[in-house]
């Protein structure tokens, strides 16, 4: 196994709770060397559910899996010293503070900047800094109710509601990995760093926009901020004879096949082409729902795996530890801790040369502040 495909690369992570530490986190699995730096009553999200031990939560545990841990007081002059220490040899500097206070604290992108000139400084906020909302807070309920996703629950199911995922806090981890990784490429060929910002709302807003931007994009707008499929009220799991089922009879393709295999009593002319269907859909996703409750989930999983029609059953997240095709492809990694093997859901990614791994636990709460300080505090260098 080799290091992966960021061996070598140090980072400096002041980041708490999820959008931050899953960005460091897949960092971390794919070889760089993650060092948390922890305030001394330690990142929230070691309290905030089950886990083996104090202070190590099942959330943190995953997200914060193969870094090491210390803790700075960086209200006090040792503190700050010692974390100029580690930014001197650091390849990315991330954070999770409002910009205020990390400028208050000295380590804005101009101080770290001026100790290390090809750092990679990505701040992790909820509202961009350049907008009015700047030094508001956010969490990731609030950040789904502002870009629309209880809205567009409410146009699906008639209720406004969370998703239940905290979609805000993975996805701006997900865009704030993409753009430090953009940001240390553009660095390996010039030399150059920089300072990257993400933010939880614009990502989010980004993010929704994809698809439910359509007719609002042009001027004069030809219609709302929608896609029509996913909020149709009859878009849900299909009811069968014994259960549920997913299933998205929708091309041209699958619609046919489905239509020839099945004859339901409804096919007419109106319903023959895409477009059409995309027009009513509604009453086609009505119309389907009928039909499904005729069979039972294995007859329909059955007939839609010969059909090459996109189908599942229902499944929990539980579930999903037993999954055979995860299984096979190898997706959970087993550590041996001294609190027992803990099976992660290791990288969902596969590279043929630099393969990423779960390089470990998480730590305990400052529990390589010595080694780390020890590495890189300046006469143990001149030594």
Not at 75 to 95: C, M, N, P, Y
Request: hydrophobic share 40%.
């Amino acid at each position: 196994m080799t290091g992966g495909p960021l061996q070598g690369v140090r980072v400096i992570d002041l980041t708490a709770m999820v959008m931050g530490p899953y960005c460091t986190q897949i960092m971390a699995d794919m070889g760089a060397d993650v060092i948390k730096v922890e305030p001394p009553q330690g990142d929230d999200t070691r309290y905030v559910s089950v886990g083996p031990a104090p202070g190590l939560s099942g959330v943190f545990v995953n997200v914060n899996r193969g870094k090491r841990s210390i803790v700075l007081d960086l209200r006090t002059a040792s503190g700050k010293a010692d974390l100029r220490d580690l930014i001197a040899d650091a390849d990315v500097f991330i954070h999770s503070m409002r910009a205020k206070a990390i400028a208050k604290l000295g380590f804005g992108y101009d101080d770290v900047a001026a100790i290390n000139p090809r750092i990679v400084y990505t701040n992790c906020y909820g509202y961009g800094r350049r907008g009015p909302d700047a030094d508001r807070p956010a969490y990731d309920d609030t950040i789904q109710a502002e870009c629309g996703l209880p809205a567009v629950q409410k146009q699906l199911t008639g209720e406004a509601a969370y998703v239940g995922t905290i979609m805000a806090d993975k996805v701006a981890g997900l865009t704030a990995l993409y753009s430090t990784m953009m940001a240390l490429f553009h660095r390996e060929r010039t030399g150059e760093g920089q300072e990257v910002e993400v933010s939880m709302f614009e990502t989010m807003a980004a993010f929704m926009l994809v698809e439910h931007a359509n007719g609002a994009m042009f001027d004069p707008p030809l219609g709302p901020a929608v896609y029509p499929r996913t909020v149709a009220p009859n878009r849900r799991p299909y009811e069968t004879k014994d259960g549920h089922i997913a299933a998205l009879i929708y091309n041209d393709k699958h619609w046919n096949a489905f239509i020839d295999a099945v004859q339901p009593p409804w096919n007419r002319p109106e319903y023959a082409t895409l477009e059409a269907r995309a027009r009513q859909i509604d009453t086609v996703y009505g119309l389907l729902a009928q039909t499904l409750k005729e069979r039972t989930t294995a007859e329909w999983l059955d007939l839609f795996d010969d059909l090459e029609i996109p189908a599942a059953p229902i499944h929990t997240p539980d579930a999903l530890f037993d999954n055979p095709h995860l299984n096979a492809v190898g997706l959970f990694e087993t550590v041996d801790t001294q609190y027992g093997p803990v099976r992660f859901p290791g990288v969902p990614t596969w590279f043929s040369k630099t393969p990423g791994r779960v390089r470990g636990f998480a730590p305990e709460l400052g529990a390589d502040t010595d080694d780390v300080l020890a590495e890189v505090r300046p006469q143990n260098k001149a030594g």
